[in-house]
Each structure stands twice: as C-alpha cells, then as structure tokens.
C-alpha cells in the first residue's frame, strides 16, 4: 500500500515510518524544511516538501497514494489561540479536502484521549460517547476534538476514516526524555495529589500497531481508544519510566485542585505580561496529567481486532539512558 504521512520527523511519526516501511508499505512522507531530508533518506522512505495549507500541490503526492497517516499536530498547551486553529483544524480540513479530491482511499487521523476530557473530573472505563472537549483553558484538547470531527464526518463509500485515541505516548524519545525527566532533574516536577491514580498510556509500538490494522480493517468513521494492558497508576508508571530512564523520581506532591489554581494563575501572568517564554505550569497540563483517566478499548477490539503487542514491562525494557 502506498502511504502519505504527515509528522514523519517527530516522536510519532518517526516510529511510524519505520513500522509502515518494515510491513512493506511505501511511504511519502512530508516534510516542511529540507531538514528532514537525510532522516527520510536513512530509514528508506520518498518525501515531499511542500506545505500542507496548498491544497493543489497536495493532490500530486496524493494522486498515487491508498491512504492517509495524519498525526502531525501543534502539540503544545500554550500558545496563540490561531495557532492551535490553523494547525490542527486548519491543516486536518485541507489535509482532507486535497485527500478527497485525489481519490483516496483511507484516512486515519491520530488523535488523542484527551478529546474526551470535558470536565475535571476522574474518568474511569470512558468509552467514545464521552462529550468532546470544548475548554477554553485545553486548546490542545479543544481543537484536536474539532479536527477529529471534521475527520470522523468526512466518512463516505468513497473515503473511509477512523480517529485514532491514545492517550499518554511514551517510548524512547517521548515526553519524558524531552521534558518531564529533565524537570525531574532539576526538582521542578512534582506529583499532583501524591500521583496514586490510575493513568492510561499508549506504548508508541502498540500505537504503531494500531496503524497497521487500521490499513487494512473494515473502518465505519468512528473513533478508537487506543491503550496499553495496564492497571499501574500514574506514580507507579511514571516512577518506572524515569528510573528506566536514568532520571530522578520526585518526591515533592501538591493537590491537584491547588496546581490548578496556580497554574490559572500563573497564566494569567504570563497574557498580562505578554511573555514570549511557554509558562512552567498551564492548567491543561494539570488537567492531563493531575486526575485519574481510564479508558475502554472495546471498540478498537472490535473494529481492528485490536491487541497490546508491547507491555509496559516490555516497553520499560526497550527505554536507553540518553546521554
């Protein structure tokens, strides 16, 4: 099958790449600066350079390809509001747009758990009937949920879709090697209500899989949790996965409802101030990662014949030390 992947270069989609040209599909994958170039090259794939906001250069690429891989996102939880518009609505409706106007078959669009996280709240055993995100203080969450809508109702005989929902991605080269590990470090990570909560995650090779099955399942536009085999809460997990990792554990807890009030707080501050630097602490991050949330997959398990192939104690033993 022939692939068109946005997101190649990042944590996702470079996995990704690797998973889909490993099971024999051929791959374009776009890049937005010529940076990306020698990564493609390296792992086998073909490229295109271009922007996903023109629709009409779009079609080439897409004229000879079967399906589409879209997981690239502004995956960031503070910013200009525009800028979360233009690039997960924005860019999903053009991505679409071009995809049918070139006869593509399949669309598979990663979303994210989060989509669900309407109030603040533990959520236990969520199924995809849980109201979309529609927070203002969430613009990662709130405009994800609106791209996986345009997704999800672009459905037809024509061209089939599926969202999609991991919820914490982790592996080498995730979140916490690029940031919660180094705030670890550094004692600027602390657990949210001592952290003994369940928490699902989304092991970056079960995510992979996930894909794979999507390509060639049965798809009816809906939407999928996608999740690992875990019952761990997010202190155990996160303990785990920074010890893998060669970071320090933090020992320092703060209520949940108190983070959330700081972090309102300090992005107050930050809009009066108009400070270019992202704030230490935003409530969308509290949100994510300070209440308990755990999720059905049932439905992936019927669509895709969805299955863990990696688990979390697997997963730990694949994580490096970095440098």
Not at 169 to 182: E, L, S, T
Not at 190 to 201: H, L, S, V
Request: charged share 20%.
């Amino acid at each position: 099958m022939k692939i068109f992947l946005t997101g190649a270069t990042g944590f996702v989609g470079s996995h990704f790449l690797k998973k889909l040209l490993a099971d024999g599909h051929e791959v374009i994958s776009h890049i937005r600066s010529s940076n990306g170039i020698k990564t493609i090259e390296k792992l086998g794939g073909s490229y295109w350079l271009g922007s996903l906001n023109d629709i009409e250069a779009l079609k080439a690429p897409l004229l000879s390809c079967d399906a589409v891989v879209h997981c690239a996102a502004y995956l960031k939880f503070w910013g200009p509001e525009k800028d979360f518009e233009d690039a997960n609505i924005g860019i999903t409706k053009n991505l679409l747009d071009a995809t049918k106007q070139s006869n593509v078959g399949r669309f598979i669009f990663i979303s994210a758990a989060s989509v669900a996280m309407n109030e603040r709240k533990v959520l236990i055993n969520v199924d995809e009937s849980q109201p979309y995100c529609s927070l203002l203080e969430m613009p990662y969450s709130r405009t994800k949920a609106v791209a996986e809508q345009l997704v999800l109702s672009a459905h037809s005989s024509q061209l089939k879709t599926i969202a999609l929902r991991p919820p914490f991605i982790w592996g080498n080269g995730d979140a916490v090697d690029k940031q919660i590990g180094k705030a670890a470090n550094q004692g600027q990570f602390a657990w949210f209500d001592k952290g003994n909560y369940p928490y699902a995650t989304c092991h970056i090779d079960n995510l992979s899989h996930a894909v794979l099955l999507a390509l060639n399942s049965t798809l009816d536009g809906s939407a999928c949790f996608i999740a690992d085999d875990s019952n761990l809460s997010f202190r155990d997990f996160m303990t785990q996965r920074l010890k893998a990792g060669g970071y320090k554990v933090p020992k320092l807890s703060i209520a949940t409802s108190t983070a959330y009030k700081i972090a309102s707080w300090i992005e107050s501050i930050w809009r009066m101030f108009k400070l270019k630097s992202d704030p230490p602490l935003v409530r969308e991050m509290v949100r994510l990662m300070g209440y308990g949330f755990e999720i059905s997959t049932n439905r992936a398990k019927a669509i895709l014949s969805y299955k863990p192939i990696c688990s979390v104690k697997e997963g730990l033993g694949k994580i490096t030390i970095k440098d």
